[in-house]
Structure formats: C-alpha cells, structure tokens
C-alpha cells in the first residue's frame, strides 16, 4: 500500500511549504469544486426517500445549509499519484512546479499525539485519511451498508449520522478521477474535542481552516519531492533547501513527463498569451 500522499505546488509556494511543514485543512464548501459535500448528500437523500423515510429529520441535520452551524468538515486534498499529467496542469503550475510527498500515517500520529498533550487527557476527534470515492454504485453500496446496519444493530443515530457526514466528505463524481485523490479531513462537531480554527479568503469567500503540523516531534512526514516536468529548479538548490529545512533525508526525484509548451506568435506561453488576449 502506498502510504506518501502528494501536494501538488507552483515552485514559489513549493519553498515556502517546506519552510513551514504546515498543512491548512479547510472548510470544504469553499473549495474550487462548488459540488462539494453537496453531491454525496444527494444521493444519500435519494436512497433515504425511497428506503430509509424514517431518518429524515436526521439527514435535515446534516444538510449542507446547516454547515457550519452545527457541523464543518475541514479538508486537505492529497494525490496518491506524485508524477500525473493532469495535476501538473492543475495544481503543479503547469508542471513547472513540484510535488512534496507526505507519509501521511505520521501527520495522523503526530496530530493525535500534539492534541493529547494540550489536554493532557485522552481527546475525540483527529485527522483521517481516506481516499476519496469516484463510483456511484460504490458509494450507494456504503450508503446501503451504513442505513442497514442501524436497523439491525443497536446502532446510536449519532454514530450513523457522523458515518454519513463522512460519505459526503469522500464522494466526488468521476470527472476528476484521474486526480487519485486521498482526501485528508477533520471533523468538527459536537463529539469531539475543540479545534483551533482561523479564517482566510479562500478565493470562494472566507474559509475556517485548521493548522496540521507534518514535523512535531522532530519526525518530518515529508520524506519524498518530485519536480515538475517543466519545473526550472535544480535538484542541487532543492538539496539545499531541504537540508537548511532540516530535511536532509528527503528523497528528490524528476518527473518522468517530458512535454513542453509551444510558444506562441508573440513568444508567450499560450495560457499567458490567451490570457492577455482576454484582456484587450
């Protein structure tokens, strides 16, 4: 199983999550895909309409109109695959940026263990894995599961309702499949233990958003980057970056791709040149 999870950066933003082995985990309604949550819960609706009449007022409770009210799921989106051409257009800059991989069963630990020490107690709640869902009929199946198995077990309904908050927070339709998605979240609710929440412009309106630390216990979880097929930097100043980051371990790869962009008339990039165009 691979257990290194990718952040996909412009080279600029690259450096500076480095400096900082911080992940922001943010409120997911102000992502940039506006179907968020939303679609999951559709469906979810749907089979409780037609099969399941007598948890309606508990799926009113999870409704995306009551977020954040009474419930907020904050999310850092990974990619299981470090070298994917449509990332790299995505999120890598074009594929002139660089992917950092995570060992993302160290963030959980360090997580758990950060908030345990502010309480000095046992706490409720911490940072989750899990990939993402892109099949309907396997994302009904696990909605099947977890509505049969509250009319045959003595199931509490808050157990059911964290479950299908969660199946929303995991489904996405399969137009972005080839993104391979593991899909980081953290529960706020009335279960668990308090989170430290700021706000920030998302870019979709103001976000909560939630601070992970990646090196708590002077353990990195970054241990992999990888550089964009375009990506400019060279291995030798990622090398130095790293070590002064106190990264010295990490291993530092080239991405396999091998394109690049044809410039256009005036000697632009094409997105730089049809952007400008759009201007005039």
Not at 4 to 9: E, N
Not at 13 to 19: D, Q, R
Request: aromatic share 12%; with cysteine; net charge negative.
């Amino acid at each position: 199983m691979n257990t290194l999870a990718y952040r996909y950066a412009h080279a600029d933003t690259f450096f500076k999550m480095l400096e900082s082995q911080t992940l922001w985990f943010s409120d997911l309604r102000r992502m940039n895909d506006w179907d968020e949550y939303a679609a999951g819960f559709r469906m979810i609706s749907e089979i409780a309409a037609e099969e399941f009449p007598q948890y309606k007022n508990l799926l009113n409770e999870i409704s995306p109109e009551r977020m954040p009210a009474d419930f907020m799921a904050l999310i850092c989106s990974f990619s299981l695959d470090g070298d994917c051409l449509s990332m790299w257009r995505g999120y890598g800059d074009n594929g002139a940026g660089a992917a950092i991989g995570y060992y993302y069963p160290e963030i959980q630990m360090q997580n758990l263990g950060t908030r345990y020490l502010a309480k000095m107690a046992p706490v409720q709640g911490k940072v989750q894995f899990i990939p993402v869902m892109y099949k309907e009929a396997a994302f009904k199946e696990q909605v099947y599961t977890c509505f049969e198995r509250v009319t045959t077990m003595p199931v509490q309904l808050g157990t059911l309702k964290m479950e299908l908050v969660r199946l929303c927070t995991l489904y996405k339709n399969d137009f972005f499949v080839d993104e391979r998605e593991l899909r980081g979240f953290i529960e706020v609710n009335e279960y668990a233990d308090p989170y430290t929440l700021g706000v920030r412009d998302s870019g979709f309106g103001q976000a909560d958003y939630h601070q992970v630390q990646t090196c708590s216990f002077g353990v990195p979880a970054i241990r992999e980057v990888v550089l964009g097929p375009r990506c400019a930097l060279a291995e030798e100043e990622v090398k130095a970056k790293l070590i002064t980051c106190g990264l010295p371990n990490v291993k530092i790869r080239k991405s396999r791709g091998t394109y690049r962009e044809v410039p256009t008339s005036n000697g632009l990039p094409p997105m730089v040149s049809g952007f400008l165009a759009q201007q005039n």
